[in-house]
């Protein structure tokens, strides 16, 4: 079976979060841990919950 592995994170732990984001196409991973990510990678945002609750309420469709 193939998988995407990426090394993005400074924890490798979290490197597991980010390929399950990608493999389901998640548009945010929604961590209270955002040091260890980038802000961004292949098109998957990294949000506290707070930024994320912030986005949900600004836009009609933020998805």
Do not use: K, Y
Request: proline share 8%; glycine share 6%.
């Amino acid at each position: 079976m193939d998988w995407i592995r990426v090394t993005v994170a400074r924890d490798p732990d979290d490197d597991r979060v980010m390929e399950c984001a990608l493999e389901a196409g998640a548009d945010f991973i929604v961590t209270g841990n955002i040091r260890d990510f980038p802000a961004q990678f292949h098109g998957v945002r990294v949000l506290t919950p707070r930024d994320f609750l912030f986005v949900l309420g600004s836009s009609p469709n933020p998805f």
